[in-house]
């Protein structure tokens, strides 16, 4: 095996290596990552990596590539570094930087930042692999590093990272090797560096003069078939001109490029341009291209068609191409070397010329395909910097020898002295010809350069190089040409020029334009001539008139740049003798004035030429020379020495000439003056003038307009200035005019003169420096001399205060400084001397006067070269330093300018060597420093200024060593005979306090981490330097204020954001502390040593340096928490042996409550903000509990105290693990975790604020509930008195509650609120309650009394009208160790939000837990499951277990009562699972687990869940499971149900579903599934191995009770499809009457299969609808028919409401209609097998009679018959409430009649059925009744006789006392209903009904007469008679059910267990049916007073037509008795009885 060996390696990882986690010693590594190797055996290496150092292990060595790197060792820790450029490194670290950053933005969806970085990493890859191939050149790699940190830099910024500062070149700067102050700004210059980068991310090519625009020209589309020449310019749109020159381009006949050199080499360079042709001013420039054929006017052929050889080639006009290039010429679109421009070619027609072509198509937007036809010329275009020798050295690739360059026809805007040009531009405009009428012509232009001899003009071989124009003109061995003319860049010079021919036009119009280029010394004898001729293809005409003009005008000044327009003479050929006549013409128009003048014909016409007066001919020249000018004072100044009279004037004119055209000639013109200077040394006589004249010409160099040209005259005088006697005069000229200030005259130049002082001093000294030279430095104490009187004018003149001076002092203040770096570097003056007389000049300038220009004067001094040299700056500084002191001290507005100063004084003694002694000047006469740090304090921290002063303050202390520090402590004044450092404790208290103003709130910006460093760095210097001061002379006497703020600006040092290493990234950490250390650790270490020195003043800083110093403990620094952790113990003993003054005297407290009570009020806040891990609580622990354990007598608290603070801690951070998390379920388990451990330790302040947290929190998951529990624990602390209210129990949400009962009413009215919201009215009235109770009987307030009660009855009201669905609750089993260990392998009930099913609550628990795997089954986890690191989850749905509340024991009650605590205030819960041990799949295999589950709390409260903590396991039988399934079945059934009668408006939809899958169960099989229970089989085999055993007996009960479920619900059925009937639209009607028949079957196969026949009539559907849904919605739409319709087992009854409608049949069915009954009733009476029927229940039991009479008569007697009989018959009971209002009655009974007016009556209807039959002994189905008559449906016709009891009961204090027996009314009454056809059965859409009328009457015993009428159209009506006067009441009560004896049982049974809740006692009668009519209710002795709570659903009620009446008195008790005898006989118990209703008729 290979040994180890050393091998100290930087190594990169190319792949991925994941070893598996038996490979313990391997070390998982990514791409990327950089290794620091140790050793290596070979194929292995051992390191770990850089990005975290704990990470080590070994790595295959082909998994690493070795990089070169540098070791350092830095300390004990060695490091290495690659050896890769700098900026390669900057861009690796900051990839892997931005990588894991834009991980996070992609989390947090934040796509534009994260497009924005992935787009720049991909360019810094590329960047960095370019500079790593090592292929650019110096420039490139230049440009591509400026490219990168550019990149980074708002890379960085978009992250929020640290601005990184650089200089210029993008190098980053070194902290530690630069002063603070610069620092400082070259932060600040990075910063707007950058955003002038983002602004104008292309600003470097306007920083030159110069750009070039270079084009490539790809390839040229056009079908011509002759020669071709494609002419490029850059053309000015706005101008309609062209403004630089041609590039020409020529292809043969055939295509191709004539000079096959240039294939794929056609490139030419647009120079000279600048400024002026950017957007600023030239506001659209095109690239013009131009395509000219040469050929033919047609193309000529033979008569074969054959080309033929032209004698003549014209050039014809083509076509115009124009490219915009303006924003490529503005920088605003960037290049792309492969995007090429498509530029259409726009064709000329016959008549168009160029120039109207190229206005159109640079009109034009788009040419179309149509247009161009495909052709037009493919470029690309590029914007380049520079001038052209820049150009050629920067981008050496595109410009090669081949390409073009085409200079602006005009100057650049710096004109160098090297840059010599004479340059002649032409543009042919137009001509017009048309005057001799000699017909259209085809005129050709032809122009020649001549000489005064009229030859055509050569350029000879020493006077200018010629040649093509292209990039290597300048090369000495040029081809010799004598052509002068050029048409452009790339073709050759012509010795003439010809036009475009336009075909038959007399006026063309050429706009064309060519150079000429004429040595300078033969310009003045050329000129220019224009000849003009017709042309032809085959034939050469002479020419016919020409035009000429001379170079020189007749002032001897160059011809004037414009538009001339020339004289045209025509020429004779026939006198060709003097062919040079046309010389001694006149060439402009401008000229014939003079001509005429003269009166010479000769004047007009010379030999053969001839003036033409009409003919016109114009051409714009532009002259571009740095030899020539066009005004005439500066060539007479320029050749002075010809005329030396007017040299004056020349003088005095130069400052009337256009400044472009002097400093154009700027050398000349210089050298002129000072030639004039010298030559007249002696005399002085031009002086003046030539000094004037000198301040003029360097005055306009320094104007803004001309400042390119300063580079020019700085190389005139370094380089070309030789005028050696010229500083005498200079300075003689200058001091006279200092001297002469008062003369008006001197004034201005003075200003002037100041204003170009810097090159008039450069002047001086040049000269004096050249004299000196040449005369071996004779003269110089001269020189001296007079430089020293100059000073000394100008320090006296600065003396004078004087208006006219004030402007002349300001420019000596702002410009003499500009002088001094020449004097000193050419020791042109004595420093020493020039400080003297500058501070003079300081010192002279009036006070308040010019005070900001004189500090810009000081800052300038001090930023000259003088400053560098230790005696002026001496001199200086004691100056500077006052004047800048008391203007800071003053906070006058130049607070700027002295923080300028100051920074620089400072920032010169960091890099001055020789001046760092020079920083105590600061201090000596004047506390600059003081002065600083009190500004600093007193600034508006949002200023810029802020950041300077501070930054000075820091540069200053930055400077100060240890030794300044104690000197200047030690200096600090103090009063006389003082024995204190009050003025030393003030200093330190101010100075204590910016440093911790500024640690807190920092006034750089926060990603300026440098500058923050070296701030902190600082201070944590000084802050020791203090703290020595402090301990040794404030300790005695003690400053405890000023101990006070060094603790807490330490502590607030060490724990500011900045220095927290653990939250920077690896890299920055790395930076941080090789250059600075970990700060933290130095400052907590002098925090330990300045608490040790307190001694016995300790306990002062108790408890207020508790939290501090916490927070300086929980930071993650493991040293610094060993060092800072026992100061904790020791406040510990101050306070517990702290001696306390009491009554007994002096003792020892013995405790350290306030120790203890800040740091657990602490360690909350800071735990909570971030700080804490579990590291700190084992060094807590072991740190506090070693020293408390030892202790004797603190040792039980102690050891309490460290039990306490570990228990609070790991709460607290288990409670920060889950705050930030998105489940807030689990941040509400921590809360209530720690509202538990506050409880415990009895601290109300922290428990009532996890409170109000958790209050919030479900306030924010809209958890009312819980909210308002949560709530209820607050109130709990709170009592019912008017105490005051301690600071712990007061809440910031309630700040004006003062007392107990001010708070706990306010708590209550928002608990009340939460409840409302949450729908737990029942809570809230419990709570309004006890309000209520305090208002009346403790605040006696009734106006809030009134308010509560109102609140309490809408509570109330909610509870009965609103709609609240029952909360859902699921388990949820949380196993393995995966889970926090609140969760882990716990099981908890949770309460589900409002309509969550278990399928969204299940996703919303996986959200939490998305890697958790939730196990399918309910089965009982294993062993391995529970122990395993994963994460389990078991959820499943549970049913809350009902718990019998004592208040309803015995009672009716609501279902919408029940709802509410069928599902609330609950502990208990039960679910089951299914057990299949046969698997045989049927139902009666099918045993289940049931579980019961308790929770440790009550559903709901403070939490919507709970931990189990207990649960019981047991079985269900298969038997046991289908009647519980059955009954839940009917349970949700009859809900449904009752919904809809309740709420017409309901969807349909529920209730289609839940019938659909009962009747057509496809799926679960329905009814079918219990065959096997109601087969003998299975009850003689039902003794199973999995059954209990169980007795016959208890088998059959249980099948018995599962035959009557099914029973019910066949009848629940059958009522929800005649709602379904009703409601479902006609859409669904085919659905609803598929559910029927499948219902049919259903009965049929329970009847065949089970042997269960439901009762008769019970199961009737209707087929028909016999309401619409509108009206069936109308009918229910004003009250609700029941208030319960079912409820629970306990209570087994209903309620019935009254319903205010006017279809009143539809409120109460027959079996036809659908019986409405309930069904838990019947299911209890039919639950006890062999019990019977109970005789109370059944009122007729007799046979039914075998026939019936088919008539009315009939009916009567054959019911008078039966009257003997006893013949049981069913008893129905119509019940209405009647109330005291009555009909109005006539007026004359009204007086004399009294009425009831209060209290409720009942009307009671008895309908007494006797026994019937139809023929062949068939019974009717069923028998409908009611106000629109009676239907019978059935097999046959019968006939039917009813009869009927009606009576009335009213409680007694109702009734007039005058009328006691007019109480009970009795009617007999009597009707015949038949059916013509009989109906067998239920069929879908059929149904038989008739309706038939009939009277009847009867008398009771009291005379009480009432008839009863029936009619088939109108309502049933009663009329009742009192004595003389009469009622009428409208029954408007639905139909009443009559059942056949098969029904009976049922029915009966529904009866007995009715009953109706009633206000007042009600009295019943115990008629017994016999055969016959009823007889008339019998008198009963007793009254039942039963307060009869239950009400029958049957209970029908009459509606009462409301009259008025009078109030009635109460009945005495004799009336009450006799009443009572005449009540008829009371009904049996279980009878149903009257319904109640309110009084809202």
């Known amino acids: 095996m290979a040994q180890w060996k050393e091998f100290k390696r930087l190594g990169i990882v190319v792949s991925h290596y994941r070893p598996s986690e038996s490979d313990s010693y391997h070390m998982p590594v990514c791409v990327g990552d950089t290794l620091h190797i140790l050793e290596t055996d070979g194929d292995w290496y051992r390191g770990f990596l850089i990005r975290d150092r704990t990470v080590k292990g070994i790595v295959p060595a082909s998994y690493v590539h070795i990089k070169d790197c540098s070791i350092v060792k830095i300390g004990n820790d060695e490091s290495m570094f690659s050896k890769d450029p700098a900026i390669v490194q900057e861009i690796t670290s900051v990839l892997r930087e931005w990588g894991l950053l834009l991980r996070n933005l992609f989390i947090s969806n934040k796509m534009a930042d994260f497009r924005k970085i992935e787009e720049m990493m991909l360019k810094l890859i590329t960047i960095r692999r370019d500079m790593m191939s090592k292929k650019l050149t110096k420039d490139d790699y230049r440009q591509k590093q ?29 902290s530690e090797c630069i002063g603070a102050i610069e620092l400082f700004r070259q932060h600040r210059t990075t910063l707007e560096r950058n955003a002038q980068r983002r602004k104008q991310p292309d600003n470097r090519l306007t920083q030159r003069h110069t750009l070039n625009l270079f084009v490539s020209v790809c390839n040229v589309i056009c079908r011509v078939g002759d020669e071709v020449d494609v002419i490029m310019a850059l053309y000015d749109a706005t101008s309609g001109k062209f403004f630089s020159e041609n590039y020409v381009i020529k292809y043969s006949q055939k295509g191709m490029l004539k000079d096959l050199d240039l294939l794929n080499n056609l490139r030419v360079l647009f120079s000279d341009l600048g400024s002026k042709d950017l957007r600023t001013v030239r506001e659209k420039v095109f690239l013009v291209c131009q395509v000219v054929r040469l050929g033919g006017m047609f193309p000529p052929v033979d008569n074969e068609g054959k080309p033929v050889k032209l004698k003549n080639i014209l050039r014809r006009p083509f076509g115009v191409a ?23 070619i726009l064709p000329c027609s016959r008549n168009d010329s160029l120039e109207s072509v190229i206005k159109e198509a640079v009109k034009v937007e788009e040419v179309t395909q149509r247009t161009h036809k495909g052709q037009g010329i493919w470029v690309s275009v590029r914007l380049l910097d520079g001038d052209l020798k820049q150009v050629k ?15 602006k026809m005009g100057f650049p805007e710096v004109i160098m002295p090297a840059d010599v040009r004479n340059d002649f531009y032409v543009t042919i405009n137009s001509g017009d010809f048309s005057q001799r009428n000699l017909g259209e012509r085809n005129i050709e232009m032809t122009m020649q350069v001549c000489s005064r001899d009229g030859k055509s003009l050569g350029i000879r071989k020493d006077s200018m190089l010629i040649g093509r124009q292209s990039a290597d003109v300048g090369v000495d061995n040029a081809e010799i040409t004598h052509n002068v003319i050029s048409v452009g860049g790339g073709a050759d010079l012509q010795s003439e020029y010809k036009s475009v021919i336009y075909r038959h036009q007399d006026t063309p119009r050429w706009f064309e334009t060519f150079k000429v280029a004429v040595p300078i010394e033969e310009f003045y004898n050329c000129h220019l001539k224009f000849t003009f001729k017709h042309v032809s293809e085959n034939r050469d005409n002479k020419p016919f008139a020409m035009s000429h003009v001379s170079f020189i005008s007749s002032d001897e000044t160059t011809l004037a740049d414009g538009e001339h327009d020339l004289l045209v003479y025509s020429i004779d050929t026939k006198k060709s003798s003097d062919m040079l006549a046309y010389l001694r013409l006149p060439t402009m128009t401008t000229e014939l004035d003079k001509v005429r003048g003269d009166k010479s014909s000769k004047a007009i016409s010379q030999g053969p030429y001839t003036l033409t007066k009409n003919n016109s001919f114009q051409i714009t020249t532009l002259a571009c020379s740095t030899k ?27 400052m009337k000439v256009d400044g472009e055209e002097i400093v154009k000639f700027l050398q000349h013109t210089l050298d002129a003056l000072f030639a004039i200077l010298m030559q007249n040394s002696d005399t002085g006589i031009y002086d003046k003038l030539v000094f004037d004249a000198l301040i003029f010409v360097i005055g306009l160099v320094s104007d803004r307009k001309y400042l390119q040209f300063k580079p020019v005259l700085e190389l005139y005088i370094k380089e070309n200035f030789c005028a050696t006697l010229a500083y005498s005069k200079l300075t003689t000229v200058l001091t006279n005019n200092l001297d002469n200030v008062d003369i008006p005259d001197n004034q201005d130049i003075l200003y002037r003169s100041f204003k170009s002082i810097v090159y008039i001093m450069k002047l001086i000294i040049r000269s004096w420096l050249l004299f000196a030279a040449l005369y071996d430095n004779k003269g110089s104490v001269q020189f001296e001399v007079s430089m020293r009187q100059l000073f000394q004018s100008i320090a006296t003149m600065m003396c004078q205060d004087t208006n006219h001076t004030l402007k002349i002092q300001g420019a000596v203040l702002k410009f003499l400084p500009g002088v001094i770096p020449d004097l000193v570097r050419d020791k042109a003056m004595d420093r020493n001397e020039l400080a003297s007389l500058l501070i003079q000049m300081i010192q002279n300038v009036p006070k308040d006067r010019l005070s900001n220009q004189k500090l810009v004067f000081i800052l300038d001094i001090v930023n000259s070269p003088l400053f560098k040299f230790a005696e002026p700056r001496q001199m200086l500084l004691l100056v500077i330093v006052e004047h800048v002191d008391i203007v800071i001290s003053n906070q006058s507005k130049e607070l700027d300018v002295c923080a300028k100063i100051v920074a620089d004084i400072v920032h010169q003694t960091c890099t001055i060597p020789s001046a760092r002694e020079d920083l105590r000047l600061l201090f000596k006469e004047r506390d600059l420093l003081r002065t600083i740090i009190q500004t600093v304090i007193n600034m508006d921290r949002s200023s810029s200024l802020a950041q300077d002063y501070t930054a000075i303050m820091i540069a200053i202390l930055r400077q100060m060593s240890d030794a300044h520090y104690s000197i200047y402590l030690d200096t600090i004044p103090e009063p006389e005979h003082a024995h204190t450092y009050q003025n030393l404790a003030d200093f330190l208290t101010e100075i204590i306090m910016v440093f911790q103003d500024l640690i807190k709130a920092c006034v750089f910006p926060p990603d300026w981490n440098e500058m923050i460093m070296v701030q902190n760095q600082v201070f944590l210097k000084a802050l020791r330097c203090f703290s020595q001061t402090i301990k040794e002379k404030f300790s005695t006497p003690f400053e405890q204020q000023l101990w006070n703020n060094f603790f807490h600006c330490a502590i607030s040092f060490l724990t500011q954001d900045a220095l927290q290493l653990e939250n920077f990234s690896s890299s920055k950490k790395r930076k941080i502390i090789a250059r600075y250390k970990d700060m933290r650790r130095a400052m907590g270490f002098e925090i330990r040593s300045m608490w040790s020195n307190l001694g016995q003043k300790k306990i002062r800083f108790i408890p207020e340096l508790v939290g501090p110093i916490l927070e300086m403990t929980l ?11 026992p100061i904790f113990f020791d406040m510990m003993q101050c306070e517990f042996y702290q001696m306390v003054r009491t009554s007994h005297g002096d003792v020892m407290n013995g405790n350290f409550r306030q120790f203890e009570n800040e ?25 506090i509990h070693e020293p408390c354990a030892k202790h004797q007598v603190m040792r039980d608290q102690g050891l309490r105290f460290v039990e306490v603070i570990k228990k609070l801690l790991m709460r607290l951070l288990e409670y920060r693990t889950i705050i930030h998390d998105e489940n807030k379920d689990n941040r509400m388990n921590c809360i209530v975790n720690l509202l538990n451990f506050y409880r415990d330790i009895d601290r109300q302040e922290m428990y009532i604020r996890y409170l109000h947290k958790l209050c919030d929190l479900h306030l924010e998951c809209n958890n009312f509930t819980e909210a308002a529990c949560t709530l209820m624990l607050y109130t709990r602390l709170l009592r019912w008195s008017d105490d005051h209210l301690e600071s712990m129990l007061r809440s910031d949400n309630f700040p004006d509650a003062q007392t107990h009962r001010e708070l706990k009413e306010l708590l209550y009215h928002r608990i009340i609120d939460h409840f409302d919201k949450g729908k737990m009215w029942e809570k809230a009235i419990e709570l309004c309650k006890e309000l209520i109770a305090q208002y009346e009987f403790e605040m006696f307030d009734y106006h809030k009394l009134t308010a509560m009660l109102r609140k309490q009855a809408d509570q109330y009201n909610k509870i009965q009208s609103e709609t609240r669905h029952p909360p859902n609750y699921y388990r949820v089993s949380y196993y393995g160790n995966g889970f926090p260990a609140f969760l882990s392998n716990k099981t908890f009930i949770y309460r589900g939000k409002e309509y969550e099913m278990l399928g969204e609550f299940s996703s919303r628990i996986r959200e939490v837990f998305p890697n958790a795997k939730v196990l399918s089954t309910l089965n009982p986890p294993n062993h391995e499951i529970l122990e395993s690191a994963g994460k389990f989850l078991q959820i499943n749905a549970v049913n809350p277990v009902f718990k019998p509340q004592p208040q309803f024991v015995g009672k009716t009650v609501s279902e919408q009562i029940l709802k509410y ?48 903590k207990e649960h019981h396991t047991y079985k269900v039988s298969p038997l046991e499971n289908a009647i519980e399934n059955m009954d839940s079945t009917n349970t949700k059934l009859q809900i449904i149900i009752e919904d809809h009668l309740r709420q017409p408006e309901l969807q349909i939809n529920p209730l289609s579903m839940l019938l659909n899958g009962i009747c057509d169960a496809a799926v679960n099989g329905g009814l079918a599934n219990y065959k096997p229970f109601f087969s003998g089989e299975y009850t003689t085999n039902g003794e199973g191995d999995e059954e209990p055993r169980r007795t016959k007996k208890e088998q059959s009960e249980l099948i018995y009770k599962l035959k009557n479920l099914t029973t019910q619900q066949l009848m629940l059925l059958a009522e929800g499809l005649n709602v379904h009937n009703d409601k479902c639209p006609e859409s669904l009607r085919p659905f609803h009457d598929n559910m029927v028949t499948q219902f049919n079957k259903l009965v049929d196969f329970v009847k065949t299969e089970y042997s269960i026949v439901p009762p008769q009539g019970s199961v009737c559907v209707r087929a028909q609808k016999t309401m619409s849904h509108i009206q069936f919605q109308k009918a229910h739409s004003k009250a609700s028919l029941l208030s319960s319709y079912g409820q629970s087992n306990m209570t087994q009854d209903a309620a019935v409401t009254q319903r205010k409608t006017s279809t009143p049949e539809k409120l109460i069915r027959t079996s036809s209609g659908g019986g409405l009954f309930k069904p838990s009733i019947i299911r209890d009476s039919l639950s006890s097998p062999g019990k019977g029927h109970s005789k109370a229940n059944i009122r007729n039991s007799g046979r039914v009679p075998s026939t019936y009479s088919t008539d009315s008569k009939d009916s009567v007697d054959s019911a008078e018959k039966e009257k003997e009989k006893k013949v049981d018959g069913p008893v129905i009971e119509l019940n209405q409430t009647l109330t005291s209002a009555r009909p109005p009655r006539p007026e004359s009974k009204a007086a004399s009649k009294s009425r009831p007016s209060s209290g409720k009556s009942k009307l009671h209807h008895q309908l007494s059925l006797p026994n019937f039959s139809g023929a062949d002994n068939n019974q009717p189905s069923s028998i409908n009744i009611g106000s629109q008559g009676g239907t019978v449906s059935g097999s046959v016709a019968p006939t039917l006789q009813l009869t009927s009891n009606v009576y009335v009961e009213s409680p007694l204090a109702i009734l007039p006392e005058e009328s006691p027996k007019k109480v009970l009314r009795s009617h007999s009454v009597r009707g015949v209903f038949t059916s013509p056809e009989p109906e067998i059965g239920l069929r879908p859409s059929s149904h038989s009904s008739v309706t038939s009328g009939g009277n009847c009457s009867a008398t009771n015993a009291m005379g009480y007469n009432t008839s009863i ?17 009469s009622e009428s009441v409208t029954c408007s009560t639905p139909t009443s059910a009559i059942s056949t004896p098969n029904r009976v049982s049922a029915i009966s049974d529904t009866l007995s267990n009715s009953r109706q809740r009633a206000s007042s006692p009600v009295v019943k009668s115990n008629n017994e049916t016999s055969s016959g009519p009823p007889p008339l209710p019998r008198k009963q002795s007793q009254v039942d007073t039963t307060d009869s709570t239950y009400m029958s659903p049957h209970s029908v009620r009459m509606r009462k037509h409301s009259h008025k009446g009078l109030p009635a008195p109460a009945l005495p008790p004799s009336k009450t008795a006799q009443l009572q005898s005449d009540l008829p006989p009371a009904l049996p118990e279980k009878r149903a009885s009257v319904g109640t209703r309110s009084n809202d008729s």
Request: aromatic share 8%.
């Open 1159 to 1183: 740091l657990i009020t602490q360690m909350d806040v800071q735990v909570e903000g971030g700080h804490g891990d579990e590291q700190y609580i084992e060094l807590f622990y072991v740190t």
């Open 393 to 407: 050295e920067e981008y050496p690739h595109l410009i090669v020898g081949h390409t073009a360059v085409a200079r």
């Open 1909 to 1925: 009428r029936w009619e088939s159209t109108a309502s049933l009506t009663v009329n009742d008679s009192f004595d003389d006067a």
């Open 1115 to 1125: 930071i993650p620094e493991t040293e610094l928490r060993k060092a800072t952790l």
């Open 146 to 174: 400026l490219e990168a940190t550019a990149k980074i830099d708002y890379g960085n910024m978009l992250l929020g990272l640290d601005l990184t500062v650089r200089d210029e070149d993008g190098e980053v700067i070194n």
């Open 628 to 654: 020539l000018t066009h005004n005439v004072d500066l060539l007479g100044l320029l050749n002075w020495r010809a005329n030396p009279a007017k040299l004056p004037i020349h003088l005095k004119n130069l």
């Open 322 to 344: 124009a490219l915009d290039v303006t924003s490529i010429l503005n920088g605003d679109i960037s290049y792309d070397e492969d995007k090429q421009h498509f530029v259409p």
């Open 1461 to 1508: 605590w069928k599902s609330n205030e609950v502990d208990m819960f039960t679910y089951s699972r299914p057990l299949n041990p046969k698997k045989t799949g049927e139902i009666s295999d099918m045993w289940l687990e049931k579980t019961d589950l308790r929770t440790e709390s009550i559903l709901p409260g403070i939490l919507r869940w709970f931990p189990v």
